[in-house]
């Protein structure tokens, strides 16, 4: 989609109405291909803060609908969330915008195609996979009565974290209101990490 098809499905005069939620979620989880340039002017002409906001709504949304048990999964989401927020909410100058809409492509891609969750079916059979938006989604009808899975997110975690350049305070600062005490990735420790369960190791 080109900015003008972009406008036309998200119903948007122009990208200073991308003030709702439900722009952001068609955005993130639409099948079409997004062209890149087109992104960029819609996050041009929003609001930064309402971007950041939006960012941080939908995360809020879509990670409720995790199973349980789905810690890791958790904590990278909660990493993406804050580096996107924190991007946007820095992005003065038009290269920073640019970087800011690569690394949301990129989740884009990510989170609605590249994925992988594997999904085993608890009364047996052959295992689906589907990538994680759609995994949420079969979670959420399994809520509502649907087949029952044991979700399988490793192959999920395939994330490079470490593309995100991001100073500690500009991460800081956009946790001011959010901040619960998620761990946070380093690309250096074991399994995206290291001590996940955020207790002190012991020697």
């Known amino acids: 989609m080109n900015y003008e098809e972009l406008m036309d499905y998200l119903d948007l005069a122009n990208g200073a109405d991308f003030q ?15 062209e890149q340039e087109a992104m960029f002017r819609l996050f041009d002409e929003a609001d930064n803060t309402m971007t950041a906001e939006l960012i941080n709504n939908y995360f809020e949304d879509v990670t409720g609908g995790l199973p349980e048990d789905s810690g890791e999964i958790l904590s990278l989401m909660e990493q993406i969330r804050m580096c996107l927020e924190g991007i946007i909410m820095n992005s003065e100058e038009e290269s920073e915008l640019r970087k800011f809409t690569d690394e949301f492509h990129r989740f884009r891609n990510w989170y609605s195609e590249e994925s992988e969750v594997e999904l085993l079916p608890e009364d047996g059979g052959a295992p689906l996979y589907q990538c994680l938006r ?10 509502l ?18 593309s995100y350049i991001m100073s500690f305070a500009d991460l800081m600062a956009s946790e001011d209101d959010y901040n619960d005490g998620t761990i946070i990735f380093d690309k250096d420790d074991e399994e995206f990490g290291g001590n996940l369960s955020g207790e002190e190791d012991s020697y």
């Open 145 to 162: 009565g649907g087949d029952k899975y044991r979700y399988n997110f490793e192959n999920a975690l395939d994330y490079e974290l470490d």
């Open 20 to 34: 709702y939620f439900e722009a952001m979620a068609d955005l993130i989880e639409s099948d079409e291909y997004v």
């Open 134 to 143: 759609d995994a949420i989604t079969t979670a959420r009808m399994e809520r």
